[in-house]
């Protein structure tokens, strides 16, 4: 059925379309700007207590589908997030990298991948990403002890499938096709 | 669901190379991070004018979403005052006889201080207010507490200025952009506020702990003379802050010190005050006068 009528009596073309490029490749960078720069609005904070959002993105895309953020992408995207996140400058691009290193190792090694151990290596990812965010804002000048981040690792790892099903939404955004096809 | 079989090269050299491409270029990325990293340890600075006009661009857009917020809370406050509106009025009947009392002995108490001052001939200096902004956004995700503040260099903010809300200090200025400034907020580990206790003027310093609180460290060593209610208010000793602006209240005694509650809370804070420095920055030392330009 290539003619589609809809409830208002337009008619759409159903097959013969296709994703549109740029939105197929700019929403998964999008999205974790978005995840870097939306936690700062939310509420004026006394505490860390909001997820470090734009890096939980940043694994969920680079675990549902890697290769599509390019290796190098926690450069610039851990740049942005470093403007935003109140660490000294560098922290997120230099974690976010190894992150996305270390992440494509243990994938290759890993024989099977389901949700359970996908969730296991992004909560290793995610409490080392934290302990050393701290360690380094102490190196440059602030004084937290540990404890300090504890709420935030158990927010952050119960957080994480949440995340993980709404960057698989996105991702059927990204592959909806509504740009016809020549 | 086994990983997909196109990580492996094979024979193809294309495919190789890109593979290798693709790790080089990640472990650039690290590099180049890691040098980030340290030219902003060595020099925290460094990067200010990037913070500053990442903080312009999304500041607009803030705004919104602080409007949303102060809206949200209100709603949040008004049904909640719903359920709480009988006992609240019994209390707040008791307070206001209570506080009537009060207004009457604080009035010959103002009275006596005009006197006393005319007498010692000191006049008062108000604290001029900069600016009235809002707090549009936090460092909500990081061990650092750091807010961003709606006002910046158009309207008058400078580094080093203190900020208040009407409940007490906030923080103060640590960057300004154009539009928008960053507030290192009392709560940072990084912050230190000289103190006094507002009854006696017991002295103390004021750290921020990480987790909203203040770790208050005595001065003078010895018994532990806090108590807690204890309310705690700025002293003014630096310079940098007005004495007498409130900030904490004490909750918890230590050995040394306390752990003490912010009184302007962050979270419940819509709009500030940015006041000027309280005192001016000291004199630069005076030039030295060398041999040869005496003799002449």
């Known amino acids: 059925m290539p003619l589609l009528s809809r409830p208002d009596g337009t008619v759409r073309q159903r097959i013969n379309r296709r994703p549109s490029v740029i939105v197929a490749s700019a929403l998964p960078w999008l999205t974790v700007i978005a995840g870097s720069i939306m936690p700062g ?6 505490a860390p207590v909001l997820p470090p959002l734009g890096f939980l993105v940043f694994l969920a895309w680079r675990q549902l589908r890697p290769g599509l953020l390019p290796m190098w992408a926690g450069l610039p995207l851990g740049m942005v997030d470093d403007l935003f996140s109140g660490a000294p400058f560098g922290t997120a691009v230099l974690l976010w990298s190894v992150a996305a290193i270390v992440l494509d190792n ?77 | 669901m086994a990983p997909p079989a196109n990580r492996r090269s094979g024979f193809s050299r294309r495919a190789q190379y890109s593979t ?40 607009s857009p803030a705004q919104v979403v602080a409007q949303g917020r102060g809206a949200s809370q209100n709603f949040i406050t008004t049904v909640a005052g719903f359920f709480k509106t009988g006992s609240q009025h019994a209390r ?26 005319q007498l010692m001939n000191l006049h008062e200096d108000d604290a001029q207010p900069v600016a009235y902004a809002r707090m549009v956004g936090s ?114 005694l230590l050995r040394d010190g306390a752990i ?4 302007s809370n962050p979270s419940d804070t819509d709009y500030v005050v940015v006041e000027k420095a309280w005192a001016p920055p000291p004199p630069p030392p005076l030039p030295v006068v060398d041999a040869k330009s005496r003799k002449r």
């Open chain 2, 139 to 252: 460092t909500a995700s990081s061990t650092r507490r750091f807010a961003t503040l709606g006002a910046g260099r158009d309207r008058g903010v400078a580094k080093g200025m203190p900020v208040r809300s009407h409940m007490g200090l906030v923080g103060r200025v640590l960057e300004v952009g154009a539009s928008s400034a960053r507030v290192l907020l009392v709560t940072d580990t990084e912050s230190v506020v000289p103190v006094r206790r507002a009854r006696d003027g017991v002295p103390a310093f004021a750290q921020g702990v990480g987790d909203g609180t203040i770790r208050l460290r005595l001065l003078n060593l010895g018994l532990n003379p806090l108590r807690p209610g204890d309310v705690m208010v700025t002293s003014g000793s630096g310079g940098l802050y007005r004495p007498g602006t409130p900030i904490a209240v004490v909750a918890q």
């Open chain 2, 20 to 59: 290798f491409l693709h790790y080089a270029a990640g472990f650039i990325g690290a590099v180049v991070g890691l040098i980030l990293l340290v030219v902003s340890i060595v020099n925290p600075d460094a990067f200010s004018i990037l913070r500053g006009a990442a903080s312009d661009v999304t500041e």
């Open chain 2, 260 to 263: 003490a509650r912010v009184l």
């Open chain 1, 106 to 182: 243990v994938e290759t090694r890993l024989p099977w991948r389901n949700f359970l151990t996908e969730w296991l290596v992004a909560i290793g990812l995610i409490i080392a990403y934290m302990v050393l965010c701290l360690g380094i804002a102490n190196i440059a000048g602030a004084a937290a002890f540990i404890d300090v981040i504890f709420p935030q690792v158990f927010i952050s790892v119960l957080f994480y499938p949440l995340v993980g099903r709404f960057v698989a939404l996105a991702d059927r955004v990204r592959l909806t096709a509504f740009v016809a096809a020549r």
């Open chain 1, 41 to 46: 609005w939310l509420l004026i904070a006394s």
């Open chain 2, 92 to 117: 707040l009947e008791r307070e206001l006889a209570e506080a009537k009392l009060r207004l009457v002995e604080t009035q010959a108490i103002r009275l006596e201080n005009a006197r006393l001052k």
